[in-house]
């Protein structure tokens, strides 16, 4: 961009204006794609400024016809129903999928980066599930697989693991990546509601669907968490890698002994790097409820936000945050991508290629370390504690802390261990449950950012 | 990076190892070059593999010979007092540059970067004073520009401004982008100290230098602000288009005038663009401390750690949090940039060039829409609230909030007014100061994030 634009904030510039525009292919047109269309429109004479040539739309893909979209009246003769034949145009540039799932997006975006047509996608279930079949196509095609959208929306992440943080070992990524489990753990925190109740409030309010099981089941977090552990390990890590616990489970009472360690709970998504017990370089990928402390800066992401916190060697501690969902931010990574993509078509430079040197070894939940708060209703006689301690010794979990409080008969015991197999701290928590003196297990919540 | 690496883990590569190195040439080994010389090789293995080809790193420019530095022995005989004499070697493909200052580094990365060597470079006073003279080498060169670590050290921020949003429209930008001012603010909130108090103790930890005016008065934050304004406004803005003020005059008593209102004070650099008076679309750019509400994302970045909150029309709200300084830290940004930028050396590719054409105006600090919170002593008899507010009425300000709090003849007014020109609320400061029956104002502090 070498040219000389008019002064005064217009952005138009007759030689970029002059280049042929790049052209784009639009397959969907929900929430998320009309308001690509929208702002692809609004903000025309900027993209055009910043790419050197203008944008243009030459087709969308809908599932039905006759709905005017994005702006665009029915008989804009953008709509199409075909959207393999839009993908296999001559005059489209760069494909742009917003519409999700396994297939058919999978066979199309694969066509389009075969033939070495540009992708921008948004497609988390699809990337998480066979991501090697797009970036294997891109490389094929030598061209642009771009998805900055499919994990935590507007955030800008997915451009900094795969380029800035390059100089650099990233150790661990802990995310709140799920809009919908995050507000509702952040309402039963602020109210003490339960789940049923939070859960409702959020689907009157339009924060969770008529069938919430991808949102809470952890489906959703389990997707973006592969995607990110790909990216910071330079490792394929995909969605059947990764363990998943959702947050239907988390009680009131989980989260009242959460607020008394000075803590609260949030549903995270986990990708961690180390040792092994037997010293391997590997990974662990997981999705499900933690105690945090209220002072991590994780606690504090509130509503719907999403949050992503990344430690690296030498970096030290980063977050990112903002909106995680929703058709304008979601949008907003859509575009940048576009513009970059687009960027690329004229000067023949593509992305960095998919990065997937290092083959860590995936670990199963067993063998990832976690640490467990547990929480005991116990008999209130001599020799409790011993009994009760002989139980995380047999299976060689360390406590970290425990605190014990009686009332008559009625006694409480509340243990947060050290780091430990999560597999010893499961069967810690099976052996406990069959202690005579232990009447019931009120809660157990894996512990995360320094308890 | 269609090879096949070695399976388990080991980023060696035979394929990539053959290619020739790419030659680093490091201008400046103190406490970041020398934590970048250690990484680069610690990290070799991975950095070759995902660069594609190993870096070597081939000439450090010294000011004074005779010290190992960055492990290195002293006769390694890479160590150099010729920084310009390296530059223009024939066998360097990427320049680094971490001494910071004016000149000679100008001369030396402008004498890169028209010779079509990559840049890498964390010197804010110069991006910020003479940007242009670097950009417009870079054009002329056709040579990569990078330089992540200029602006909040560790935090990929300027990738994330450069390219992720740049289907957006950015509209402003705070940010928390010096450590030493943000510990010293901290420590009063935290403990009441006043100024000088919390800065002696900054000083003996090691996060203020012997001479800190470069913290303490906001010049380190306005270049970066200059930066930051430059990037998310397709505009160049230079540090001399900056307005300042230090925090050496926040006292003990602002910040517990701020905690009263439930805010806390923080030195911000902010980058706004909108419309001025006569509707132009402008930006303002300007450093000075604020009182923040403590719900703000900002309020809560504590100690030295930098944070930058960034609003754009389609995303939202963003905010990147990490830590601003220190040689490790800044090290992690400068190797991603060297990754970047050695990547590019091997495939052809560039960086994204400049974006400046907006030339959007940059109005004076007196046309900046700001918030004012203003605690007087006041005479206690009836009329002076009516007096007062006549006063802001006569300079068009509008008041927000006031509370009143009469002790026997001792009265108190604290007044936040809505967003109006500074010029106008200075105006109204200066009207008040010679009112009789205003006995003193006790404290003038701006208010951002919605209080």
Redesign the interface.
């Known amino acids: 961009?070498?040219s000389e634009?008019a002064?005064?904030?217009k952005?138009q510039?007759e030689k970029e204006g002059d280049k042929p525009a790049v052209r784009v292919a639009l397959l969907g047109c929900g929430t998320v794609g009309s308001?690509v269309v929208r702002?692809l429109h609004e903000?025309s004479a900027?993209?055009t400024?910043?790419i050197g040539a203008p944008l243009e739309i030459v087709g969308i893909a809908v599932r039905r016809l006759g709905r005017a979209r994005g702006g665009l009246p029915v008989d804009s003769g953008l709509f199409t129903t075909d959207a393999l034949g839009l993908v296999k145009r001559d005059d489209v540039d760069v494909v742009v999928e917003v519409v999700g799932g396994i297939e058919p997006a999978r066979s199309w975006l694969v066509e389009a980066l075969r033939t070495g047509k540009s992708v921008v996608t948004a497609n988390k279930a699809l990337l998480a599930e066979d991501g090697a079949a797009l970036h294997d196509a891109a490389?094929d095609g030598n061209a642009d697989l771009y998805y900055?959208a499919s994990v935590a929306g507007?955030?800008?992440l997915l451009?900094?693991l795969r380029?800035?943080?390059?100089?650099?070992?990233v150790t661990k990524v802990t995310g709140i990546v799920n809009g919908t489990t995050n507000f509702i753990l952040s309402s039963m925190d602020a109210t003490g509601a339960g789940f049923s109740e939070a859960l409702e409030e959020a689907t009157e309010l339009g924060y969770a669907e008529a069938d919430p099981t991808a949102d809470v089941e952890g489906f959703d977090a389990a997707a973006k968490a592969a995607i990110l552990a790909s990216l910071a390990f330079?490792t394929r890590v995909t969605a059947a890698d990764v363990f998943r616990e959702g947050m239907t489970g988390v009680t009131a009472g989980d989260m009242a002994s959460a607020k008394e360690m000075g803590c609260t709970i949030k549903l995270l998504c986990i990708a961690e790097r180390g040792p092994d017990e037997a010293g391997?370089?590997?990974v662990s990928v997981r999705v499900h409820p933690a105690m945090i402390p209220r002072s991590h800066?994780l606690a504090?992401v509130g509503d719907a936000f999403n949050a992503v916190f990344v430690e690296?060697e030498?970096?030290?501690?980063?977050?990112?945050?903002?909106?995680g969902a929703?058709g304008?931010?979601t949008?907003?990574?859509?575009?940048?991508?576009?513009?970059?993509a687009a960027?690329n078509r004229l000067?023949g430079?593509?992305a960095?290629?998919?990065?997937n040197?290092?083959?860590?070894?995936v670990r199963p939940i067993g063998a990832a370390v976690t640490r467990y708060h547990i929480n005991l209703d116990v008999d209130d006689k001599p020799g409790v504690l011993a009994a009760v301690a002989g139980v995380f010794a047999k299976h060689e979990v360390s406590i970290a802390t425990v605190r014990q409080s009686g009332r008559e008969e009625d006694a409480k015991l509340v243990i947060v261990t050290h780091g430990a197999p999560d597999a010893n701290l499961a069967a810690t928590v099976e052996s406990l449950s069959q202690l005579d003196i232990v009447r019931s297990i009120a809660s157990v919540l894996r512990v995360e950012g320094g308890v």
């Open positions: 961009m070498n634009p002064r005064g904030g952005p510039n308001e702002l903000q900027d993209l400024a910043r490389a900055e507007a955030i800008p451009r900094p380029e800035s943080l390059h100089g650099d070992r330079h391997v370089d590997s800066p504090g690296a030498a970096a030290g501690q980063l977050m990112f945050y903002g909106r929703g304008t931010p949008a907003s990574a859509v575009l940048g991508d576009i513009v970059a960027r000067t430079f593509r960095p290629s998919e990065s040197y290092a083959h860590l070894p």
